[in-house]
């Protein structure tokens, strides 16, 4: 039988000019219970925050003034619940930890996620630090 040979060659990138999507980082955020929750194109702390809870906001879809983010949500539908606000009531749709049930965030419209224009991620909620308690986390208490 005759013997084969191969060669192969290893290409490096090291003097290649990055490109747009290595350029784009994702963030990653884990609940405080160690389950992973959220994968995200930028940090959440350079997102608005919400005046009325200080919950940080993610655009679910694109207007004309802004483009919307690209993120994933791992978590479960809660029940709905209605909170009391200067001048009226809102209706919240509440996501919990798929593992320890923790409120992450909410939407103003009915579960799926994305279905509304905004989701909002509920101060303390998350952290990039799996198993670390985020800061501020416990300022409440």
Same mark, same amino acid.
């Given at each position: ?16 000019? &990055?490109?747009?999507?290595?350029? #784009? #980082? ?24 919400? @005046? ?34 200067? *001048? ?14 923790? &409120?992450? *965030?909410? @939407? ?8 509304? &224009?905004?989701?909002?991620?509920? &101060?303390?909620?998350?952290? @990039? ?5 985020? @800061? ?6």
């Amino acid at each position: 039988m005759p013997k084969v040979v191969s060669r192969s060659a290893v290409s490096s990138s090291t003097d290649a000019q &990055p490109t747009a999507s290595s350029a #784009a #980082a994702l963030r990653v955020y884990y609940c405080i219970c160690g389950e992973f929750i959220l994968v995200i194109d930028t940090n959440l702390s350079a997102l608005p925050r919400r @005046q009325s809870d200080q919950s940080t906001i993610i655009r679910c879809r694109e207007s004309d003034t802004a483009a919307a983010r690209v993120f994933k949500l791992n978590a479960t539908s809660g029940d709905p619940i209605l909170i009391e606000r200067n *001048g009226g009531h809102e209706r919240q749709y509440r996501f919990l930890c798929p593992r320890c049930t923790l &409120p992450i *965030g909410y @939407q103003s419209t009915p579960p799926p996620v994305k279905s509304g &224009p905004f989701l909002y991620i509920l &101060p303390g909620a998350l952290t @990039q630090m799996q198993g670390q308690l985020p @800061q501020g986390a416990l300022d409440d208490e």
